[in-house]
Protein backbone atom coordinates (compact mmCIF):
# COMPACT_ATOMS: atom_id res chain seq x y z
CA UNK A 1 0.00 0.00 0.00
CA UNK A 2 1.58 3.21 -0.66
CA UNK A 3 2.43 5.86 1.96
CA UNK A 4 3.75 9.27 2.97
CA UNK A 5 7.12 8.99 4.26
CA UNK A 6 9.09 11.19 6.39
CA UNK A 7 12.70 12.06 7.86
CA UNK A 8 13.95 12.24 9.92
CA UNK A 9 11.98 10.02 12.59
CA UNK A 10 13.62 12.45 15.20
CA UNK A 11 16.00 15.64 15.12
CA UNK A 12 16.98 17.53 17.90
CA UNK A 13 17.92 21.30 17.29
CA UNK A 14 19.06 24.21 19.33
CA UNK A 15 17.19 27.35 19.66
CA UNK A 16 17.82 29.25 16.55
CA UNK A 17 19.36 27.15 14.43
CA UNK A 18 17.50 26.24 11.06
CA UNK A 19 15.86 22.88 10.36
CA UNK A 20 14.41 20.73 7.36
CA UNK A 21 11.75 18.30 7.48
CA UNK A 22 11.34 16.03 4.58
CA UNK A 23 8.86 14.22 2.78
CA UNK A 24 8.35 11.67 0.35
CA UNK A 25 4.27 12.47 -0.67
CA UNK A 26 2.56 9.17 -2.74
CA UNK A 27 3.20 9.36 -5.84
CA UNK A 28 0.04 9.70 -7.72
CA UNK A 29 -0.94 12.94 -5.28
CA UNK A 30 -0.90 16.47 -6.14
CA UNK A 31 -1.97 18.22 -2.87
CA UNK A 32 0.49 18.49 -0.04
CA UNK A 33 -0.23 19.19 3.60
CA UNK A 34 1.84 19.71 6.82
CA UNK A 35 0.50 19.47 10.22
CA UNK A 36 2.42 19.68 13.72
CA UNK A 37 0.90 17.77 17.00
CA UNK A 38 2.39 19.72 19.94
CA UNK A 39 2.68 17.25 23.06
CA UNK A 40 -0.61 15.89 24.84
CA UNK A 41 -2.41 18.74 21.94
CA UNK A 42 -4.35 18.46 19.05
CA UNK A 43 -3.58 17.79 15.56
CA UNK A 44 -2.99 21.22 13.73
CA UNK A 45 -3.35 22.19 10.07
CA UNK A 46 -0.48 24.22 9.26
CA UNK A 47 0.18 24.57 5.25
CA UNK A 48 -1.33 22.93 2.03
CA UNK A 49 0.19 23.40 -1.51
CA UNK A 50 -0.46 22.75 -4.27
CA UNK A 51 0.90 23.36 -8.16
CA UNK A 52 3.90 25.02 -6.01
CA UNK A 53 2.20 27.10 -4.30
CA UNK A 54 0.47 27.62 -0.97
CA UNK A 55 -3.00 26.99 -1.29
CA UNK A 56 -3.83 27.44 2.10
CA UNK A 57 -2.10 28.41 5.48
CA UNK A 58 -3.12 28.97 9.47
CA UNK A 59 -2.25 31.08 11.30
CA UNK A 60 1.08 29.25 13.30
CA UNK A 61 2.33 28.99 9.48
CA UNK A 62 4.26 32.30 9.84
CA UNK A 63 7.75 33.76 8.08
CA UNK A 64 9.42 31.69 9.62
CA UNK A 65 7.84 28.55 8.08
CA UNK A 66 8.36 28.02 4.24
CA UNK A 67 7.07 24.94 2.22
CA UNK A 68 9.05 23.28 -0.89
CA UNK A 69 8.64 20.89 -3.65
CA UNK A 70 12.16 20.91 -4.49
CA UNK A 71 12.41 18.12 -7.09
CA UNK A 72 9.55 16.04 -8.41
CA UNK A 73 9.16 13.53 -5.25
CA UNK A 74 10.33 15.44 -2.24
CA UNK A 75 8.12 18.07 -0.10
CA UNK A 76 9.41 19.90 2.48
CA UNK A 77 8.94 21.95 5.61
CA UNK A 78 12.06 24.86 6.74
CA UNK A 79 11.78 26.33 9.87
CA UNK A 80 14.37 29.31 9.66
CA UNK A 81 15.09 30.08 13.26
CA UNK A 82 13.18 26.91 15.60
CA UNK A 83 12.16 28.32 19.24
CA UNK A 84 11.37 26.25 21.97
CA UNK A 85 7.52 26.46 21.18
CA UNK A 86 8.55 24.58 17.96
CA UNK A 87 8.99 21.42 19.59
CA UNK A 88 6.18 18.83 18.45
CA UNK A 89 5.66 16.23 15.90
CA UNK A 90 5.47 17.00 12.28
CA UNK A 91 3.33 15.38 9.90
CA UNK A 92 3.03 15.17 5.99
CA UNK A 93 0.05 14.76 4.08
CA UNK A 94 -0.94 13.95 0.42
CA UNK A 95 -3.91 13.44 -1.33
CA UNK A 96 -5.06 13.14 -4.93
CA UNK A 97 -7.52 16.04 -4.83
CA UNK A 98 -8.78 18.49 -1.87
CA UNK A 99 -11.63 18.77 0.19
CA UNK A 100 -15.06 16.36 0.14
CA UNK A 101 -14.80 12.90 -0.87
CA UNK A 102 -11.09 13.00 -0.80
CA UNK A 103 -9.07 11.30 1.23
CA UNK A 104 -5.68 12.51 2.68
CA UNK A 105 -2.90 10.24 4.06
CA UNK A 106 -0.44 11.07 6.90
CA UNK A 107 3.09 10.09 7.34
CA UNK A 108 4.52 8.46 10.47
CA UNK A 109 5.71 11.92 11.94
CA UNK A 110 8.96 13.58 12.42
CA UNK A 111 9.42 14.69 16.20
CA UNK A 112 11.38 17.98 16.26
CA UNK A 113 12.69 18.67 19.80
CA UNK A 114 13.93 22.16 20.46
CA UNK A 115 16.96 22.61 23.24
CA UNK B 1 -16.48 23.79 8.84
CA UNK B 2 -18.98 22.02 11.15
CA UNK B 3 -17.53 21.01 14.51
CA UNK B 4 -18.62 17.45 15.99
CA UNK B 5 -18.89 16.40 19.28
CA UNK B 6 -17.23 13.34 20.72
CA UNK B 7 -17.36 11.12 24.20
CA UNK B 8 -13.84 11.94 25.51
CA UNK B 9 -13.50 8.27 26.22
CA UNK B 10 -14.78 4.70 25.87
CA UNK B 11 -13.63 1.08 26.93
CA UNK B 12 -14.57 -2.23 24.49
CA UNK B 13 -13.95 -5.81 25.36
CA UNK B 14 -11.18 -6.97 22.95
CA UNK B 15 -13.70 -9.21 20.54
CA UNK B 16 -16.40 -7.42 21.02
CA UNK B 17 -18.00 -4.76 18.07
CA UNK B 18 -16.45 -1.13 19.62
CA UNK B 19 -19.28 1.52 18.59
CA UNK B 20 -17.83 5.32 18.51
CA UNK B 21 -20.54 7.87 18.20
CA UNK B 22 -20.24 11.43 16.85
CA UNK B 23 -22.41 14.50 17.23
CA UNK B 24 -22.08 16.60 14.24
CA UNK B 25 -25.67 18.74 14.11
CA UNK B 26 -24.65 21.53 11.97
CA UNK B 27 -23.07 19.95 9.11
CA UNK B 28 -23.63 21.11 5.72
CA UNK B 29 -25.01 19.19 2.46
CA UNK B 30 -22.24 19.16 0.64
CA UNK B 31 -19.82 17.80 3.94
CA UNK B 32 -18.54 14.55 4.01
CA UNK B 33 -17.81 12.87 7.48
CA UNK B 34 -14.20 11.52 8.24
CA UNK B 35 -12.87 9.26 10.83
CA UNK B 36 -9.52 8.97 11.62
CA UNK B 37 -7.61 7.17 14.19
CA UNK B 38 -4.09 8.01 15.81
CA UNK B 39 -2.10 4.99 17.70
CA UNK B 40 0.04 6.38 20.42
CA UNK B 41 1.58 9.39 18.76
CA UNK B 42 2.13 8.14 15.05
CA UNK B 43 0.68 9.48 12.41
CA UNK B 44 -3.56 9.97 11.68
CA UNK B 45 -4.78 6.92 9.91
CA UNK B 46 -7.45 7.02 7.44
CA UNK B 47 -10.55 5.01 8.83
CA UNK B 48 -13.28 5.89 6.64
CA UNK B 49 -15.40 8.36 5.16
CA UNK B 50 -18.91 8.98 4.06
CA UNK B 51 -21.93 11.60 2.92
CA UNK B 52 -25.46 10.11 3.80
CA UNK B 53 -25.22 6.54 2.64
CA UNK B 54 -23.61 3.69 5.24
CA UNK B 55 -20.42 2.19 4.40
CA UNK B 56 -17.97 -0.47 5.18
CA UNK B 57 -14.68 -1.39 4.06
CA UNK B 58 -12.19 -3.70 5.78
CA UNK B 59 -11.51 -1.84 8.78
CA UNK B 60 -14.56 -0.43 9.89
CA UNK B 61 -18.61 0.70 9.32
CA UNK B 62 -19.32 3.80 9.27
CA UNK B 63 -23.30 4.74 10.01
CA UNK B 64 -24.69 7.77 9.39
CA UNK B 65 -28.17 9.10 10.56
CA UNK B 66 -31.03 10.03 7.65
CA UNK B 67 -31.09 13.70 9.07
CA UNK B 68 -26.84 13.35 8.60
CA UNK B 69 -26.75 15.21 12.26
CA UNK B 70 -25.02 12.37 14.11
CA UNK B 71 -22.92 9.24 12.47
CA UNK B 72 -21.51 5.94 14.53
CA UNK B 73 -18.01 3.86 13.58
CA UNK B 74 -18.35 0.90 13.95
CA UNK B 75 -14.91 -1.93 14.81
CA UNK B 76 -16.81 -5.05 14.17
CA UNK B 77 -14.32 -7.22 16.14
CA UNK B 78 -12.14 -4.73 18.37
CA UNK B 79 -8.37 -6.27 19.44
CA UNK B 80 -6.00 -4.63 21.75
CA UNK B 81 -4.34 -3.01 18.57
CA UNK B 82 -7.52 -0.73 18.17
CA UNK B 83 -6.59 1.35 21.18
CA UNK B 84 -6.38 4.82 19.47
CA UNK B 85 -7.71 8.08 19.72
CA UNK B 86 -10.66 8.04 17.38
CA UNK B 87 -11.39 11.47 15.48
CA UNK B 88 -14.49 12.17 13.75
CA UNK B 89 -13.86 15.25 11.54
CA UNK B 90 -15.78 16.85 9.10
CA UNK B 91 -14.58 18.54 5.50
CA UNK B 92 -16.61 20.47 3.11
CA UNK B 93 -15.94 20.90 -0.80
CA UNK B 94 -12.86 22.55 -1.56
CA UNK B 95 -11.78 22.39 2.07
CA UNK B 96 -8.10 21.88 1.88
CA UNK B 97 -7.57 21.37 5.75
CA UNK B 98 -8.88 18.39 8.67
CA UNK B 99 -9.93 20.15 11.46
CA UNK B 100 -9.31 17.74 14.61
CA UNK B 101 -10.52 18.04 17.84
CA UNK B 102 -9.97 16.05 21.07
CA UNK B 103 -11.54 12.31 19.86
CA UNK B 104 -12.66 9.57 21.76
CA UNK B 105 -9.52 7.51 23.36
CA UNK B 106 -11.08 3.90 23.12
CA UNK B 107 -9.46 1.33 25.54
CA UNK B 108 -9.51 -2.35 23.90
CA UNK B 109 -9.81 -4.43 27.13
CA UNK B 110 -8.61 -8.40 27.48
Known amino acids: EPEVTQTPSHQVTQMGQEVILRCVPI?????FYWYRQILGQKVEFLVSFYNNEISEKSEIFDDQFSVERPDGSNFTLKIRSTKLEDSAMYFCASSRFPGAGNTIYFGEGSWLTVV | DAKTTQPPSMDCAEGRAANLPCNHSTISGNEYVYWYRQIHSQGPQYIIH???NNETNEMASLIITEDRKSSTLILPHATLRDTAVYYC???????????FGKGTKLSVIP
Open chain 1, 27 to 31: SNHLY
Open chain 2, 89 to 99: IVNGAGSYQLT
Open chain 2, 50 to 52: GLK
